[in-house]
């Protein structure tokens, strides 16, 4: 009897043993599974504020180059804006911007650091993305151009002729564009002539000539040609701007003009006028034919390397629109930027405003320059006239570098 009642109790003691080693099994695995969970919670909380972080990062790029508004853009409030419409109670968000990083090509990209402060589930932490945005910013003020006005004072000029191209040229100087030029005044050969150059003493310079000399003499384009490439030869400008007007045609036939401008500015390497450098400059050539000009003669020597004796070069007007016909040729040289750097199609700014393409600007693909036009609401080339222009452009995909 005694030895069945020990048997029973060691049979209790060994299931209750099990029991309570199944139980505190149990509270393990209970445990373990919750803190599973709560790590399965962290992680799956990581990831989704990392994916918010990537998405409101791209939608700052995306916003800066549609909009060029860094300033809101850039800012803690928009961003948490951001978060909200993703229903995301957080997290906090910092934008910094970094400035410009341009490499050796002066290709340039405007980073932002993008920092996210949220609780995943084990206190605040912080992450952060560096974003780039590409950007080529053209400040009007810097215009690196020379502009060389070639004036035909032979005796056909004379009377309302040379009146009209002096009152014209008169204008142009006293305008005070923020342009260096120079000024040779021609007939058979070079009359007289003036250094490239801007500034008050310059301009007055220039005045006195037109004011001092009149119309005689017979047609030579050749001369003032070579005095504009010696010019060219002997200056350091990005880029140059021949303009020749003329009433008549060369006294020594049209071939001497045509293959000099052939083999010392249609032969250049054309990279130069697709990125137009101090040591590698562009040079085009317009000309403004005035009556009876010769128009053979002076489609032969215009235009540049890549588009060569050109009617879109060349204008061809009575002497009355003389003076409109010269402004139009010189906001075709100032209204406009390039070669640019950026790959298009590509979104065009003036400050924060964005310009429309065949309205506000047309692009040359070829030799990647953006013409302005003056259109309302936003008159683009009389901005960039007066030196109030900062035009910005902005193109292909945002990119995220993850720290």
Same mark, same amino acid.
């Given at each position: 009897m005694e030895q069945n009642i020990l048997?029973? !109790?060691?049979?209790?003691? !060994?299931?209750g043993f099990a029991a309570l080693t199944t139980v505190l099994l149990a509270a393990v695995l209970a445990s373990i599974s919750l803190i599973a969970i709560q790590y399965g919670r962290i992680s799956l909380n990581i990831s989704y504020e990392k994916? +918010? +972080?990537d998405t409101c990062s791209i939608d700052v790029g995306e916003g800066i180059k549609n909009s060029n508004d860094i300033e809101t853009i850039c800012s803690s409030n928009t961003l948490n804006q951001c978060a909200i419409v993703l229903e995301s109670p957080e997290p906090d968000f910092f934008c910094e911007d970094l400035g410009l990083e341009c490499n050796a090509e002066d290709l340039c990209k405007r980073r932002f650091k993008i920092t996210s402060t949220y609780?995943?589930?084990r206190g605040y932490v912080s992450k952060e993305n560096i974003l780039?945005?590409?950007?080529?910013?053209?400040?009007i003020e810097l215009i690196d151009t020379a502009v060389i006005l070639l004036l035909d004072f032979s005796g056909s000029m004379q009377g309302n002729r040379i009146n009209q191209l002096k009152t014209t040229a008169r204008q142009f100087v006293n305008a005070d564009y923020n342009l260096n030029y120079s000024v040779v005044l021609y007939n058979d050969n070079v009359i007289i002539e003036t250094p490239i150059g801007k500034g008050q003493q310059h301009k007055l310079n220039v005045l006195s000539i037109l004011n001092t000399y009149n119309a005689g003499g017979g047609t030579n384009f050749l001369s003032p040609l070579n005095s504009a490439l010696s010019?060219?030869?002997?200056?350091?400008?990005e880029s140059y701007y021949i303009i020749l007007i003329s009433d008549g045609s060369p006294n020594e036939g049209i071939d001497p003009s045509r293959d000099f401008v052939q083999n010392n500015i249609f032969s250049i390497n054309p990279d130069n006028c697709r990125q137009t450098t101090v040591q590698n400059p562009c040079i085009t050539t317009y000309t403004l034919g005035v009556d009876n000009a010769?128009?053979?003669? +002076?489609?032969s020597v215009s235009g540049n390397v890549l588009n060569q004796n050109s009617i879109d070069y060349n204008y061809i007007v009575n002497t009355q629109q003389v003076n409109g016909a010269f402004n139009a040729i010189i906001e075709e040289i100032m209204c406009k930027i390039g070669p640019v750097l950026a790959d298009y199609p590509a979104n065009i700014f003036n400050g924060l405003t964005l310009l429309e393409e065949n309205i506000d600007y047309t692009y040359n693909n070829e030799e990647k320059i953006f013409k302005f036009y003056d259109v309302a609401p936003f008159y683009a080339c009389?901005?960039? +006239? !007066? !030196?109030?222009?900062?035009?910005?452009l902005r193109w292909g995909k945002t990119k995220i570098n993850v720290r």
């Amino acid at each position: 009897m005694e030895q069945n009642i020990l048997y029973i !109790s060691k049979r209790l003691q !060994s299931k209750g043993f099990a029991a309570l080693t199944t139980v505190l099994l149990a509270a393990v695995l209970a445990s373990i599974s919750l803190i599973a969970i709560q790590y399965g919670r962290i992680s799956l909380n990581i990831s989704y504020e990392k994916q +918010l +972080l990537d998405t409101c990062s791209i939608d700052v790029g995306e916003g800066i180059k549609n909009s060029n508004d860094i300033e809101t853009i850039c800012s803690s409030n928009t961003l948490n804006q951001c978060a909200i419409v993703l229903e995301s109670p957080e997290p906090d968000f910092f934008c910094e911007d970094l400035g410009l990083e341009c490499n050796a090509e002066d290709l340039c990209k405007r980073r932002f650091k993008i920092t996210s402060t949220y609780d995943p589930g084990r206190g605040y932490v912080s992450k952060e993305n560096i974003l780039e945005v590409n950007e080529e910013v053209h400040d009007i003020e810097l215009i690196d151009t020379a502009v060389i006005l070639l004036l035909d004072f032979s005796g056909s000029m004379q009377g309302n002729r040379i009146n009209q191209l002096k009152t014209t040229a008169r204008q142009f100087v006293n305008a005070d564009y923020n342009l260096n030029y120079s000024v040779v005044l021609y007939n058979d050969n070079v009359i007289i002539e003036t250094p490239i150059g801007k500034g008050q003493q310059h301009k007055l310079n220039v005045l006195s000539i037109l004011n001092t000399y009149n119309a005689g003499g017979g047609t030579n384009f050749l001369s003032p040609l070579n005095s504009a490439l010696s010019k060219i030869r002997n200056t350091d400008y990005e880029s140059y701007y021949i303009i020749l007007i003329s009433d008549g045609s060369p006294n020594e036939g049209i071939d001497p003009s045509r293959d000099f401008v052939q083999n010392n500015i249609f032969s250049i390497n054309p990279d130069n006028c697709r990125q137009t450098t101090v040591q590698n400059p562009c040079i085009t050539t317009y000309t403004l034919g005035v009556d009876n000009a010769n128009v053979a003669a +002076l489609q032969s020597v215009s235009g540049n390397v890549l588009n060569q004796n050109s009617i879109d070069y060349n204008y061809i007007v009575n002497t009355q629109q003389v003076n409109g016909a010269f402004n139009a040729i010189i906001e075709e040289i100032m209204c406009k930027i390039g070669p640019v750097l950026a790959d298009y199609p590509a979104n065009i700014f003036n400050g924060l405003t964005l310009l429309e393409e065949n309205i506000d600007y047309t692009y040359n693909n070829e030799e990647k320059i953006f013409k302005f036009y003056d259109v309302a609401p936003f008159y683009a080339c009389t901005e960039m +006239l !007066s !030196s109030n222009a900062q035009i910005t452009l902005r193109w292909g995909k945002t990119k995220i570098n993850v720290r």
